[in-house]
């Protein structure tokens, strides 16, 4: 077991909430050490590596909402979209959070795609295809990145991603995180999705939790070449009302310094309300959850 800590984290949980052109973020900002779990995976065809978050894309309704949640209160740099139909794009250090208008205003998922990156893939497809996995043709990126998007078990979009030579700008100073940690959805199947994240793409186990001693509501899956997380949320409704999916379907963003990223996030207009305090998390995590409708 190879033991890392992580000091002062910032989960943000962005909740794409935009009922009434509202939207709602919630914000925990964490203290933990992760304990990494790693196993040896012999599978008969060599798997491409699979390396961590690329980009996560969701749907809105008020873009203006959008600007002023991850412009000014996350101090996110814009960046010029990359896929078809998108509207707005933050960078996250080298990864990037987008935003692309509602298909249907009246639906109650608003997360578009998860997107994870390779270093080759074109043997991913091919990988991916020898496994029995439907995946169409390879498209090209304005970004001259190369794409692959495919349907998890339960019908999530998922995106692999081979980076083109594009430059990354650099963050600027006023933005609150430079790394998407982890991003997670709801899950109604986990074995479906374990056979699919674990056992083809090698996906690992490195904790699991629940609101209750015994419980599990929570499984964070590790990419099998990095350290970004996949996170299953459990035991919710067949079907969630557009709050509580947007809190399921989220993203987190990490920070070096606890305190300085509480600090820069109040400064910046994202300030606790009513009961909400700094708390221990079920995974043993520090975090101050925030909810703000913008």
Avoid at 202 to 211: A, D
Wanted: charged residues 20%; contains cysteine; hydrophobic residues 40%.
């Amino acid at each position: 077991m190879d033991s890392r800590i992580h000091f002062g984290l910032l989960r943000a949980r962005i909740e794409d909430a935009m009922k009434r052109q509202c939207c709602f973020v919630t914000l925990a900002i964490c203290f933990v050490a992760f304990e990494f779990c790693s196993y040896s995976q012999t599978p008969p065809q060599e798997r491409p590596p699979v390396l961590g978050i690329d980009h996560v894309s969701f749907y809105t309704t008020a873009p203006e909402g959008v600007k002023t949640l991850y412009g000014e209160t996350l101090g996110l740099a814009s960046a010029s979209p990359v896929e078809p139909g998108g509207l707005l794009r933050y960078m996250v250090g080298k990864q990037w959070v987008g935003y692309s208008a509602a298909p249907n205003p009246d639906a109650i998922d608003r997360m578009d795609h998860v997107a994870f990156a390779t270093n080759n893939v074109v043997a991913l497809r091919q990988y991916l295809i020898a496994k029995g996995v439907t995946v169409p043709a390879i498209e090209n990126r304005a970004d001259h990145s190369l794409t692959i998007t495919v349907a998890d078990p339960e019908g999530h979009r998922i995106e692999f991603i081979e980076r083109g030579k594009a430059e990354v700008p650099a963050s600027p100073v006023s933005a609150l995180s430079r790394h998407m940690i982890h991003v997670g959805f709801l899950v109604h199947n986990r074995d479906a999705e374990d056979h699919f994240y674990r056992d083809l793409l090698g996906f690992r186990l490195y904790w699991h939790g629940g609101m209750q001693p015994g419980a599990t509501d929570w499984v964070a899956m590790q990419v099998p070449d990095g350290t970004d997380w996949l996170e299953y949320m459990l035991n919710h409704p067949d079907h969630p009302d557009l709050r509580l999916m947007g809190v399921l379907n989220h993203i987190s963003l990490g920070v070096a310094n606890m305190k300085k990223a509480q600090a820069t996030l109040e400064a910046h207009g994202g300030k606790a309300q009513g009961s909400e305090k700094a708390q221990m998390g079920k995974d043993g995590k520090w975090q101050r959850t925030s909810s703000t409708r913008i």
